[in-house]
């Protein structure tokens, strides 16, 4: 009972150390779904066009919200709430055509893709890089927590973690997406191809590091193949190169270059199966 | 403020271009939750059982709700959506023994799992089973788009991306589940293991092979442990084979093979930890 | 017509063979979602701290809650469902300590982190190891199927899979999460380090060795890279241990140990790009 | 301070005085509406009809979810929850071609009404009719408590409040509605007509009359017009009847009779407004 | 058991003959609740008001509900559902003036008012107005159902029920409202006060008279007391008249009348309670 | 297309004119429902009583979600937002005592009330009363609109038009209550039954008196039967009187009084219905 009482205590006071000015997280998971339904209206719920006056007037609202949200962060960044939705609205036309560049490319890349249309609306990997671009805007605008709201909500909806930190060029295709992660200071040119379970990591990681390049370099047209992991912030993986699938890479490579495991597997043919499990494959 | 008024007539001239009859991902969502807790009440908000009437009255409704959402795509397939409910409804039976048979072999292949219930209610692997079976019928009645979004779908919420045109046989085991990738091409026999990472895939990927055997033979009893990756129209892998974790195999392997890495992982003792960082492992 | 009907009759059959005494998911996950809002109020919709009667008052909503969904499972465990309650309210003080500890862990570990508040909201991480800890409660109170629900609620919103069951101890360390899979009698010391893509499993899974300790035992300040792979129930990581990204490790290894691959990779260079999908990498 | 305390002390000491065993209120909307919309599809959400599956369907829920609103009354009624529901399910059929009798009859009597539609669709009278009709099968069935939160619903919903012990026949025309009064031993034959602000009532209203009748008895094809009030449990109203408007009837008329007011108005030609409202109308 | 199964086919029955192209009363309610918060921001969520950009964007939004309504009832009115919406917007403007007026009327009416503000958010009168107005649009363009469906949704908001064919002029005042109802061919001038409980009907009421005017005339100026009931559609009161609470009036009254009840009332006094119960008042 | 961009002109200007520091309504109901919820937890979802520590949780949240509320309307009353919650809080135990005396009344009132808990959650007059003594508070403590919001919300669910303004005394009796009204500087003492149809409103109202006595007293034990209308500032009902159903009586009567209409019916036996109709009733 007496502990019961202390614990109420001590959850006030955690409550009253932290939270001071934080953005809802309902609010943000909002606006980021509400961007996407007005750029690409295959995620609204009618899946319908929409009128240049509904347009604007989605826009309008946009901006209201986004002024809200970034309201409770202004004691920590340089511009206020509303600069930076200046900053972003004027912004958003780039992006915007990035984003088709993107989706342009998993539709080549992916035999599977049968329109342009069905990777929009059921390609996990264009649904993470767009939420990345946006969260990009806001990174570079210099403003706190926000941006990794966005790409933590695009994680959960597509279990891909691009830091908004990293820069990445045009027409960047990641497809199936599950489980590639990007580290925050990654550097990715322009066509850049990146299957499931890649990391671009740091090599090792630690506070005093926050304002280095931790975080390898991935430059034009290289193919990343999944399970792949390329790590440090000295890495250089040179431009039309290939990493095949389940490498482990921490030192750079010129261009051209094809990077594959040496091991060889071993086969062992007509093994019983009971003593499979015994030997301890 | 010249741009602001471009980037609305922009979003306008996309949304013209696109988003001709597309199912509403809304209500295609609806349909698969729906109908999971029809089969697997485990699913319902009530979690308890039906009276014969309810079980009926539920596939009635859920036939309407599928006629319509067939319809949006009736333009682009070459039965009605009518003809298509009854294709769907005759082979359901059929596919729910079939996630039956799965649900028993999770059972019996995860010794955590005590009872089929609660693998059923509480394994990301049935759950992604469960919706590439229902997706796979619309697949093979040439229904384009709706299976591609039931399967992202179960992909957003089980990390497991099976792609509706992948030929799968009975009692799949899929447990943790998480970044498996199954490919559009992909066959797999029956009695098949596939632990969580695991890729099935193309070797390389362009769009000209689009008709073509991209994605490997699995054939029956063969297990795949987790991270591995196996690539290529014409990778056969035996059956009552075993592939180990974090395997890259682009080559068929015979019947009753084991197949693992041959490198060895190298241990160095009592190194100090400093050390390590600057090692660059 | 006749299959129809059939079907009906085959689907009631199988409702009522299942399906009793299980609690409702939407309750589960509305407890597991309530809690987190009263520990970590960045949760909350207002995303603002409460005063010491509404705690409290959440507090007394939670329990009510907790005894309500305990008691659809009170035929299947030992204690009674208020029993319960009162042991999950007796130990969470002592978790709650536990998780600001492995908040701190992320935020030391992860240079990208700049606040904890960003760490507890934002890193699905975090997210894993709250509803492991808080299952692993009612794990070790017995009570079935229950502690399953809260993980596999966790998995699918954060890609982490961590059995109820394992053992972990304080200041654990994991950020960005995806993928990573941690099997039932699997024992972690303090201050252990794991990155996205991890499996720490079972060598050979049966169902008859379902009493028996299956998975590894990671001591005390032990780090393990991207997409490594540990397994066994006699493995045990030494302590001080780094285990490098990629490696499939099926025995034990003495504290202080580095472990990486000794294959090297093999890097071509200057190939045509054509020539590289030929060679099928 | 003090007082705040003493005051959760009173709230607590009168929340465990009362409320138990009572049907949650948003249960019985939520059967009332379900129903509602299965009888009369111009209520459903999509106003659309259904398939014999569907009905059968839908009926059998509201069987289920009328035993579960019974049972939290079983202490306090005669008959058991799932007696009173074969009770309810048997009178239905009678109590619907009742109301479709009711339909027709406001469909008749009233110029405005352009299809029989309409009449159920828009007119709160019908809406009215058809909660007393359900809620009498309860009140007759011995049923507390629950029928009144019936009628209180439609009350709230129409601003007609038909007590469910009353007895009214066939082809019952209500129309605009609001402000209807009809108490509880009130008889009301065929094919009578009641408008808006009408009031049957009891002369005294004294607890120790609780059993006997209190209310007048309105034989069949009487019209009573609009705020007219009629008290006393016995008072008669002959068949064929017209009750003029804004009358206060205490007293039996025998059949045919039409009663009116005596006092005839006056009227001042060409008063200043001034004078007008000094004068105190 | 048998009777069970009949039912379901007369449901059925009832099903199909019924509901053909019938809006959903859920759209209209949109619509409605949409377009007041459109037109006084104080209906709306937020309380706020928007940008020009987000006014026309909901303008255009109300346009698309609005023409997807009307669709259901093309077949039965003779104007397209195009061409009713063009309709509609060139009409709202001058019935958006109208509503400044009514809510003026009301302001400047009840000395209880401090705000126009006020007045348009909380008084029930100015709803039924506004819903009023709206529905007269479109029951003058010819549509059926719908603007019946609009006025009873504002019944049931309000307890006011005006017929969407009468004909009310500007500056309109009625306040608390409750009760009042007025039918279908009433033509009421500018200016004009109405009490709660007022019914302006008609004498006698047979679907022969569909086509004529039922329902009487009030002209400019004219002030009704509560409770009052003027019947006939013959009856015309004069300009500048005013009608005393609870007057039964069927003919009409020259201009500046002032009408009111003669019989007068009779006070005993000193009364014993116990006998005035017994007295049967 | 002209007119339709000046109407859009036309809304902004409007808008900007007015909404200026307004309470949204939606927070406003919802303060009203919880407040209600947790006085009198018939009206809770779960319909269930509380932990002391869920009563002070809740008062807890109400406080906040209050000073939230009236922060909107600091510039227009003369307390802080603060401290009008304080007073709020220290008059509620009073007002709860005054509300179990009017559910007292109005079950010894009706022999149809089987108890008091049917009283409390399906008597709307119960429900009114409830609004009107909260808003009141608020009247008193000169906070402008939200007494009339917390009214008018009441108006809408019950029908019943109380003004925050007036003074009621204890255990006041309404029970079916639809279309009573209760005007701004109306008195009424204690036990006093009002029935429905009932209005105690103003002779003549004009803005210039707005700070006078426009509204009856009402003295102790007094009862109102349905439709009376009772008007003026300075009419008093002496105690213990009764005043008849439809009743028009704009001058005081001494105490004791039984005042009703000397006005007779008439009663023609035996008439053709045909002829009725004809005679224009």
Redo the contacts between chains.
Sequence with gaps: MN??K???????K???E??NS?????AVHHFIDELLA??F???S?????????????????LR?ELTHILHSLEGRMHNSAGGVTEIF??Q??HV?ELL?SDAQAIY?????A?????V?????GFYAIYAYRIAHIFYEAGV??FP??IT?YA???????I?P?ARIGHSFFID?A??I?I??TTEIGNNVKI???V?I??????????QKK?HPTIED?VII???A?I??GETVIGH?S?I???????KS?????????????????????EQ??M???
């Design positions: 502990t019961y202390n614990f109420s205590q001590l959850l006030l955690k409550h009253v932290h939270l934080f953005p809802s997280k309902k007005l750029l209206p295959h995620f719920e009618q899946a319908q066009y929409l009128s240049v006056d509904e347009i604007k007037g989605k826009m309008s609202v209201r609205f004027e958003l036309p915007y088709w080549e890349g992916d035999p599977a049968e329109t342009l249309d069905e929009i609306s059921a390609y996990p706190p927590v990794r709201l933590e994680h959960y909806k597509s279990g891909v973690d830091h930190g199936h599950t489980g992660v580290g925050e299957y499931q379970g990391t990591g740091a090599l090792s990681v630690s506070k005093a590091l926050a931790r047209n193949y999944s399970s992991t790590l440090g039309d290939i095949g699938g389940n490498v482990w890479l921490t490579v010129p261009p051209f270059s094809i990077v594959y495991n040496t091991s060889e597997i071993r086969v062992r043919s007509k093994l019983e199966k499979a499990l030997f301890h494959i």
